[in-house]
């Protein structure tokens, strides 16, 4: 491909011109889809490194904070994408049949069924904020700083679980296009409004920890407004008509039936990484810190990844739609290679400049060391975790979320967890040994799902 036509392309993916991905090369489907999904998760990542970039200019004790509650978080937004997966699969499925009002109405279901549980969370984490930083472990003083921050988080979580959810939908549709620029605007409005809550400006003044939750839940929102401005326009594929304007208990019925298996999936994982946060925090706030940002940095190159694994799960679910399984398989591979190339070549560069990287989050000597062991390590693991995403994620878009969820509780739960507290406890390694059990067991992951995916019952799974 010249640069010329590279550039076209590139354009064409950005603007989001609908196609019929299961007509059109796999190569060219790839292209077009991942683009934007990879641009939507590269400025996720870069949120997530902006904001602890921030938040690390407080203190060990914020940076820890934030720690906590993204744990306890991953175990709440499991539900949003336990949902966002089971939209995305049957949205993909109906788009693929050729149905296209049957996917608007399905995606209506899920909006209702989302609103409703973000709803209980909220009630639940602005009352409890306290608690649950004490039951992770948080000292004394983590707790008086930073629970305001929890509060706020919690009470917005309905920005962020409709962010995904919607999202989720117009990546099923093929509208990755449109769930880019979503993504853009609310992490857009994220990153300006961080400093400005954080630190004050003019008469706005700092407020600290709680600023930065305030303005994640502001540019959330601002995403969200812009979603359903799309939704009800009429100028997508996917468009709320008078007549899907109401519940479904069927739809509603199929999507908590094949997201179920996504929430237990998403909700294994996630309850795993509170565990080993657990571990981690009885060494310390300072190996706490070094943790978080080396997790972020982590997530800074996964969350592209996850874009070319989306790419997967749609052309998968669409083509089964079409009835064409062969050419939904190829490109689950076609796409776990160009996964696992991209991951190996973030590998290179994390590892080769581990101290740099951490270094520029926290100055602090001892919190540089751990978080420059933890990028080393998990790094190490990197290529497999390519293959390991996009297989789980093809299984996903077929509708099989039963499977991965097998392999999470398996992989994560029994051999982790019981690995990651041997080789920090038993053996004494601490937050070194968690990092080795992280690497270690996501490249099993990657292996396991990959014989699972190969064994092709997937092919004959209906939503």
Wanted: proline fraction near 2%.
């Amino acid at each position: 491909m010249t640069l010329k036509k590279f550039i076209q392309h590139f354009k064409s993916a950005v603007r989001g011109l609908e196609e019929d991905f299961t007509n059109i090369s796999i190569k060219k489907a790839i292209f077009y889809l991942s683009v934007p999904m990879i641009l939507e998760m590269v400025m996720e990542s870069l949120f997530a490194v902006v904001d602890i970039f921030f938040v690390g200019k407080l203190g060990v004790y914020a940076v820890a904070t934030v720690g906590l509650t993204e744990s306890v978080l991953t175990i709440i937004y499991s539900i949003a994408i336990g949902l966002s997966m089971a939209a995305t699969a049957i949205v993909a499925r109906r788009i693929g049949e050729k149905k296209p009002k049957e996917a608007s109405t399905a995606a209506f279901q899920a909006i209702i069924v989302c609103s409703f549980f973000a709803v209980a969370v909220a009630v639940l984490g602005v009352y409890q904020a306290k608690n649950m930083l004490a039951i992770m472990g948080g000292e004394s003083d983590v707790i008086e700083m930073g629970y305001r921050y929890t509060q706020v988080i919690f009470g917005g979580n309905v920005c962020v679980m409709l962010l995904f959810l919607i999202n989720g939908i117009f990546r099923g549709a093929g509208n990755a296009a449109v769930a880019m620029r979503a993504l853009w605007i609310a992490n857009a409005f994220n990153i300006v409004l961080d400093p400005i809550l954080i630190f004050g400006l003019g008469p706005i003044p700092a407020m600290g920890l709680e600023g930065a939750a305030w303005a994640t839940t502001t540019g959330r929102g601002i995403g969200v407004i812009y979603q359903f401005y799309i939704l009800f326009n009429g100028k997508s594929i996917i468009k709320f008509y008078w007549e899907s304007l109401k519940m479904n208990w069927k739809t509603i019925w199929t999507i908590l039936k094949v997201a179920s298996g996504g929430m237990g999936q998403f909700l294994i994982e996630s309850a795993s990484w509170i565990f080993l946060m657990r571990i981690i925090s009885e060494s310390g706030s300072v190996a706490l810190a070094g943790y978080t940002i080396a997790i972020r940095l982590i997530i800074f190159a996964l969350l592209p990844a996850f874009g070319l694994s989306n790419a997967s799960a749609t052309l998968v679910g669409q083509n089964l739609g079409a009835l064409q399984p062969a050419r939904a398989e190829k490109s689950a591979w076609l796409s776990a290679h160009y996964t696992a190339i991209f991951l190996g070549f973030c590998s290179i560069i994390f590892i080769g400049g581990a101290g740099f990287f951490i270094g520029i989050f926290n100055q602090q000597p001892d919190v540089i060391e751990v978080g420059r062991l933890g990028l080393t390590i998990i790094c190490l693991g990197y290529v497999f975790f390519g293959y390991g995403m996009v297989m789980s994620q093809s299984l996903n878009g077929a509708g099989d979320t039963r499977t991965p969820t097998i392999i999470n509780l398996a992989v994560l739960w029994g051999f982790q967890i019981p690995f990651a507290y041997f080789m920090a406890k038993t053996l004494g390694m601490g937050a070194t040994g968690v990092f080795v059990a992280i690497a270690v067991s996501h490249s099993l992951h990657a292996v396991v799902s990959t014989l699972v995916f190969r064994r092709g019952k997937w092919k004959l799974v209906e939503v």
